[in-house]
Every structure is written in C-alpha cells, then in structure tokens.
C-alpha cells in the first residue's frame, strides 16, 4: 500500500512555509505540484524558490509542473492524476489551508476507512458541534459530497472519474425523498454541467456527481482537522465571491444513524447534506431555480451572463 502527499500551488506564498514544514513532520513522499503561470510573474518565481528551498532539506519531495500553464480546473486535474498513478491513497492539500492539527497516525487510520465504497476523506468540514460529545473517537459524517481543502482520497476511485463526462444525478431511494433536498441536487448538477462547459473555473462539481452515480461516499471530519484561510483572497477561484457558511450547527445523537468503526464515530443522516447544500453552497431555492435555469440558456448567453456577472463583483 503507497500512500503520499500532493501539495498544490501556483502564486499564494502567504501560508505556504508553515505547510510545508508542518508536511516535513509528516515524512511521507510528496509531490510538490505547481501550475506554470503565462508571464514571468514575481510571485510565481517567489513561490518556486521557497518550494525549492524545502526540496533541498527533505529527501521526501518531488517537485514538478505541468506542460504549459492550465485554468485552475484543468491544473487540479492534471496534477491529481499525476499523484494517484504513484500512489494508492492520496493525502490533497493546497496552498491556503491551516493543517497544525494533523497527525500522521490520523492519516493512516483513516485509510483503514477507504474502501470500494468510500471516495475520500475530507479534513475539513463546514458543520460545529452544538455541544462536545465526550468519546474516545473521531467523529465522522457520511456524505454524498466530498470537500477540499485537506483530503485524502481513494486512487484506484479516482482513476475511473472522466472530468468532461456528464454524470447522471443519482435518484433518492424510495424512504428519503425529501423536496428541499431534490431541487438542490438539481442545482448542483446543473453546477457540474456549467463547469463542463467552461462557464465555472472548477472540477469538484463534477468528481462528486461521478461518485453519487456510482453510489459512492465521502466521509468529513466534524469538528474540521484542517482550516481554510484564503477563501476570499485574489487567488481563490470559484469560492471567492460565495456566500458559504463554514459554521453549520448540528446536534448528533447516538440514538441513530451512526456505527462505531475503528476509531471513528460515523452518522449516515442524509438530512446533513440538505443543509450542506443549503448553507455552505448557498443553494438556496431561488438561486437553484437561477442556476439551473442558466444551464439551459444557449452557451454565448451563459457567456456574456457570467462575464457581466464577474466584471461587477471584481
């Protein structure tokens, strides 16, 4: 079983020492990846002299780059298959998280989790605890979406995942068909098609659409292992201009919906996506209704929308 780390960057230097010698204490063989940007820009050269400051004091990092200079999504893409052809469980993080608080043994316990029909594992998720549960256990949820911003993933899954493939939206099952719940996974699918057409800047819509249609799962830690700390910096990409909530409060009961697995404590409640969806996507039901009425507008129109859109919030 190989397991190593993939660090993605391209020009934000800010919190990038502190994460690479946070990853050092790791020592696991790691991947250094950094998109090529089109100009000789200075924060580019910054970023790849402290990269390569770090090389020269760790045996375990490999640095490299793509071709030519990609769009975000397509530069996430490229560096995540380049990883997980080396590895069979891959530990994602990128240039703008706090990841202090992780453990070695956590990565290697939470690998005991992945399985045929477990995608990933996220380190971060938006949801707070209302009240501390007092167990000897990590608390997990299951989700049909998974997260970025520090996660690890199952290789073998996300070999078989086409980016540009429309993916068709999974039905609930017969015992959970909830309104509130259907429109919003209409409009997330309605995302992942404006994100194939090249009208959103990223690739997660689409991963996470792949998995539901093979029924698969994402586990997220609560509380968060990881912190975000550029969600709205120059940098940030379709998460810049968002609404997201990242303070969801939920109560969990041991009375149902959970298994004990290992270490972990995991709740299965779909009714947490629903509020995934609605808080931290912002999905709220007229801007569902917007999104996915946009996604049947002819292309040039989405275009020119998106185009305004971005000009006025810039």
């Known amino acids: 079983m190989k397991i190593g780390i993939l660090l993605i960057t391209y020009k934000r230097k800010e919190f990038l020492d502190s994460i690479l010698s946070k990853i050092e204490e790791l020592s696991l063989p790691t991947i250094l990846y950094q998109n090529l940007s089109l100009e000789n820009s200075e924060k580019h050269n910054e970023v790849k002299s402290l990269l390569q400051k770090h090389i020269s004091k760790s045996s375990n990092f490999r640095y490299i780059n793509p071709p030519k200079s990609l769009n975000a999504k397509n530069s996430i893409i490229f560096a995540i298959n380049y990883a997980a052809n080396l590895f069979d469980f891959l530990l994602i993080i990128e240039d703008d998280i706090c990841i202090n608080n992780l453990k070695r043994n956590i990565i290697f316990e939470a690998i005991e989790l992945l399985n045929r029909r477990v995608a990933s594992i996220s380190l971060y998720s938006p949801f707070v605890l209302r009240t501390n549960m007092h167990d000897d256990y ?105 609404m997201q909530n990242d303070s969801i ?66």
């Open 138 to 242: 990590y608390i997990l949820l299951r989700s049909f979406y998974g997260h970025s911003w520090g996660w690890i993933l199952n290789s073998n899954i996300w070999k078989e995942f086409q980016s540009e493939k429309e993916y068709k939206i999974s039905r609930s099952s017969k015992n959970f068909i909830n309104f509130n719940f259907e429109y919003r996974k209409f409009a997330y699918h309605s995302l992942s098609s404006l994100s194939r057409k090249g009208i959103i800047d990223t690739w997660d819509y689409s991963w996470n659409l792949y998995c539901q249609s093979k029924n698969l799962f994402h586990y997220k830690f609560v509380p968060s292992i990881t912190k975000h700390l550029g969600n709205r910096d120059k940098y940030a990409t379709n998460s810049r201009n968002s």
């Open 249 to 314: 409060k939920i109560e969990l009961s041991k009375n149902k919906n959970f298994k004990y697995k290992n270490k972990f404590l995991i709740f299965t409640d779909k009714n947490f996506d629903i509020d995934l969806l609605r808080y931290h996507h912002n999905l709220s039901f007229l801007r569902s209704l917007i999104i996915i009425i946009f996604d049947i507008l002819p292309l040039p129109l989405i275009s020119k929308i998106f185009s305004f859109y971005r000009k006025l919030t810039k």
